[in-house]
C-alpha cells in the first residue's frame, strides 16, 4: 500500500515565523500618579519642603546623639562618645534608688494628668453645646482659652504668688480660722497644684477640636432620637458621645504617647528640693545629672529608655484601640 504524501507548499506562500518583540515595560501606575500629582501641585508640595527639613534636622537627626547612651562621652571628646562601655550606663540607672524614685513621681503626675485633663475638655465642650445664647457662649469660650496663650513662666508665677505663705489663698483661709498652708513647701500639696494649674491652661484650648467634632454630627440622628423619645441625655449618651468618639480616641492616644513626658517646664518651675520626693521626674532628673553635673551619657541611657516606654505606649494603645474601637493612628 502506498503512503499518502503530502505536498508542500509553493515557496512564497508560507506564513513568516512570529517575530519575538521584547515586551513593552509598563510605569507602575501608582509612581506615574505620584508623578504626575507632583508635577501638576508642585505649588503645594513645595510647602511641606520647610517643615520637613525642621523634622530633618531637629528630631531624626539628633538620635544619632543616643549612641553615647552606649559609649562613654567626655566634654571635648568626640562628640559620639570616646569607647565602647555596653550596658554599663543602664545598669547603673536600673540600680540607682534615686531614679526609682523619679520614675514613680512621673508615673504619678503623668497618670493624674491623663485621668483629669483628658476628660475635662470633653464636659467642656458638652456644655457649651448646650449653650444657645451665642453672647454667653463666646463669653465663657474666650475665658476658657485665655490661659493657653500665657507662657509657662507667667502661669507657674501667678500659681506661686497665689498660694504662697502671704498669698491671696491663705489669706481666705485666714478669714476662716484657717492656718495658713505652705502649698509650695510641702510634698503632699505638689501633684495637686500641678495638676490643678495644666487644667486651668489646657482644659480651655482642648475643647477647640471637640466642639469642631461636635459640628459634623448629623442633625438627622437627634431628630431621629427625639422621635424614639430619647431625652437630652440619652441623646448625649447615643449621639453625641459616639459622633466624637474618633477624635476622643486620637487624642486619647497621643496622650498616651506622652505620659512619660511629664511637662518639665513647669514642674523646673515649680518645684524646689523641699518637694522633691514627689515632684522631681525623669525629665528634671535629666536636666540635673546631664547638665548640671556634665553626666552626659547617663542622662543619654535615662532618656533613651524613657522614650522605649514611650514607644510602647503609644504603639500598645493604637493596637488596642484598632481591635476594641476600629479607630487607630495608622
Known amino acids: 500500500m502506498s503512503t499518502p504524501t503530502t505536498?508542500?507548499?509553493?515557496p512564497g506562500t508560507q506564513d513568516p515565523p512570529p517575530s519575538r518583540t521584547p515586551p513593552r515595560r509598563t510605569r507602575s501606575p501608582s509612581r506615574t500618579g505620584w508623578r504626575r500629582a507632583l508635577r501638576k501641585d508642585w505649588q503645594l508640595y513645595s510647602l511641606a519642603v520647610l517643615p520637613l527639613l525642621f523634622f530633618l534636622v531637629f528630631r531624626y537627626l539628633p538620635m544619632i546623639g543616643n549612641v553615647i547612651a552606649f559609649r562613654r562621652f567626655e566634654p571635648g571628646g568626640s562628640i559620639l562618645g570616646e569607647h565602647w562601655v555596653g550596658l554599663?550606663?543602664?545598669?547603673?540607672?536600673?540600680?540607682?534608688?534615686?531614679?526609682?524614685?523619679?520614675?514613680?513621681?512621673?508615673?504619678?503626675?503623668?497618670?493624674?494628668?491623663?485621668?483629669?485633663?483628658?476628660?475635662?475638655?470633653?464636659?467642656?465642650?458638652?456644655?457649651?453645646?448646650?449653650?444657645r445664647r451665642r453672647s454667653l457662649k463666646r463669653f465663657v469660650q474666650s475665658v476658657s482659652y485665655l490661659p493657653h496663650f500665657l507662657s509657662i513662666v507667667i502661669v507657674a508665677g501667678i500659681t506661686l504668688q497665689m498660694l504662697a505663705t502671704d498669698g491671696?489663698?491663705?489669706?481666705?483661709?485666714?478669714?476662716?480660722g484657717h492656718d495658713p498652708i505652705r502649698f509650695i513647701q510641702e510634698p503632699e500639696w505638689f501633684r495637686t497644684l500641678y495638676v490643678g494649674s495644666e487644667i486651668w491652661q489646657t482644659a480651655g484650648w482642648g475643647t477647640i477640636l471637640y466642639l469642631a467634632a461636635l459640628t459634623t454630627i448629623d442633625e438627622d440622628l437627634y431628630e431621629a432620637a427625639r422621635i424614639d423619645g430619647?431625652?437630652?441625655?440619652?441623646?448625649?449618651?447615643?449621639?453625641?458621645?459616639?459622633?466624637?468618639?474618633?477624635?476622643?480616641v486620637t487624642?486619647?492616644?497621643?496622650?498616651?504617647?506622652?505620659?512619660?513626658?511629664?511637662?518639665?517646664?513647669?514642674?523646673?518651675?515649680?518645684?524646689?528640693?523641699?518637694?522633691?520626693?514627689?515632684?522631681?521626674?525623669?525629665?528634671?532628673?535629666?536636666?540635673?545629672?546631664?547638665?548640671?553635673?556634665?553626666?552626659?551619657?547617663?542622662?543619654?541611657?535615662?532618656?533613651?529608655?524613657?522614650?522605649?516606654?514611650?514607644?510602647?505606649?503609644?504603639?500598645?494603645?493604637?493596637?488596642?484601640?484598632?481591635r476594641t474601637v476600629g479607630t487607630s493612628l495608622w
Open 7 to 10: 505536498s508542500a507548499p509553493p
Open 88 to 131: 554599663r550606663y543602664v545598669e547603673m540607672f536600673l540600680s540607682d534608688p534615686t531614679f526609682w524614685q523619679v520614675f514613680r513621681n512621673t508615673l504619678w503626675l503623668g497618670g493624674l494628668t491623663l485621668v483629669f485633663c483628658f476628660p475635662i475638655p470633653i464636659v467642656l465642650a458638652l456644655l457649651l453645646n448646650e449653650v
Open 168 to 176: 491671696p489663698v491663705n489669706h481666705v483661709l485666714g478669714w476662716f
Open 230 to 248: 430619647a431625652n437630652r441625655w440619652q441623646q448625649t449618651w447615643h449621639v453625641t458621645l459616639p459622633g466624637i468618639r474618633p477624635t476622643m
Open 251 to 322: 487624642l486619647l492616644i497621643l496622650n498616651i504617647g506622652t505620659f512619660m513626658a511629664v511637662g518639665f517646664e513647669k514642674v523646673l518651675l515649680l518645684y524646689n528640693p523641699l518637694t522633691y520626693p514627689t515632684a522631681d521626674v525623669i525629665s528634671t532628673y535629666l536636666y540635673r545629672t546631664g547638665v548640671e553635673s556634665n553626666s552626659f551619657s547617663y542622662a543619654a541611657a535615662i532618656g533613651l529608655f524613657e522614650a522605649v516606654i514611650g514607644l510602647v505606649l503609644i504603639t500598645s494603645a493604637n493596637q488596642l484601640s484598632r
